[in-house]
């Protein structure tokens, strides 16, 4: 029997619609066929340049060669035996950590929500406390430890009372902090950027009255590096802008370059909380992740393209704020390296959706806010193609709105 063409589109269309995937997640309308550099290609045959970086995952942008043939490699020997061998390559990786943040050891995860979870349960059994400070409008991940962290109540909804040991206090705000601290807190946790929460970067005065605070109450410092390590701020680790000296890192995100990988970092007088059975994980420093981040380390933390990435988000910044900040509905724009926040005084779906009709994919942090996480490999030429397509779309929704 042959169908009519509105019958055989209906029938196409259900076929979409009855997913087995929970509907956990707001889907775009693009589906990615394949990938290369900063461009992602949509199975509708379009070509878009992609800002998002697998949100602040890919910073060395799509199947970078050096990360490819890493993978493979690797592939070629083993996938997997369990942290119950001794692997070299896990050693080398935690060295490149350390050296690179200026600490000493290395438990590896499987992701940034799990790093935190391990950095929470590392600050209650090195202190003996269980209280700890974390900032409004700040995310940790969706782990219960990690979502009571989270200083949105957004995504808290319907899971009942938090852990009741986390304590909230305004981002950027020392007094508020001094106020609330005590010898009863285990550690106070940061992102030296808050990145979900509308890309607001802390003053050197906030960030550095932290620490001090910390050491004066013997709380640990933990420092959330999830979206902005790994050279997103233009150092390994954006905590290094400040002079920071942090007890427990977290990252993850753009370790991998794709791969699913998260670290914690700890300073050496840590050592003995994590022994042997305290604490472990059945995936977490998979072999294929790690030759992953290795490779992604290896050219990351060159000095020499830290300092070109720099030049480029010098460049990035400056050709935004001359030609954005002159559109009426653009409040400002901010952020550290390339994780910039342009806020506007609309609701951004809509200008986020024209910007994908034209080619080019951005994220959100929060109702008004453009968020740009570029690959850290993107070209002038490619920012430039950003800023122009950013321009239109704001032009056209603020014309629109109008």
Known sequence: MVRNGRVQKLLEKSVVIMSNLFPTYSRWEVEPDWAEGSFLYGKDGKKYLDFTSGIGVSNLGHRPKVVEEAIEQQLKKFWHVSNLFPVE?????????????????????NSGAEANEAAIKMARKATGRTKIITFYQSFHGRTFATMSATGQDKIKQGYG???????????????????????????????VVQGEGGIYPGSEEFLKGVEETCKQFGSLFIVDEIQTGIGRTGKPFAFQHYG????????????GNGLPIGAIIGKAHLKDV????????????????????????????????LNDLNEKADFFKRILEENLLEIPIVKEIRGLGFMIGIEVNIP???????????????????????????????????????????????????????
């Open 244 to 255: 920071l000296q942090p007890d427990i890192v977290s990252v993850a995100k753009g370790l």
């Open 89 to 109: 390559s896990q050693e080398i990786a935690a060295g490149k950590l350390a050296k690179a943040a200026n600490m000493d050891l290395v438990f590896f995860s």
């Open 274 to 305: 994590f022994g042997p059975g305290s604490h472990g994980t059945t995936f977490g420093g998979n072999p294929i992740a790690i030759a992953a981040a290795n490779a992604t380390m290896d050219t990351i933390f060159d000095t020499s393209f």
């Open 161 to 191: 009372p938090m852990l009741e040991t986390f304590v909230y206090v305004p981002y950027n705000d020392l007094e508020a902090l001094k106020e609330a601290i005590s010898e009863e807190v285990a550690a106070v946790m940061l992102e």
């Open 348 to 402: 951004v779906p809509a200008i986020l959706a024209s910007m994908r009709s034209n080619g080019f994919i951005a994220l959100s942090a929060g109702e008004n806010v453009i968020r740009l996480l570029p690959p850290l490999t993107a070209s002038k030429e490619e920012l430039q193609m950003a800023l122009d397509i950013i321009t239109t779309a704001l032009k056209k929704t603020m014309e629109t709105a109008v």
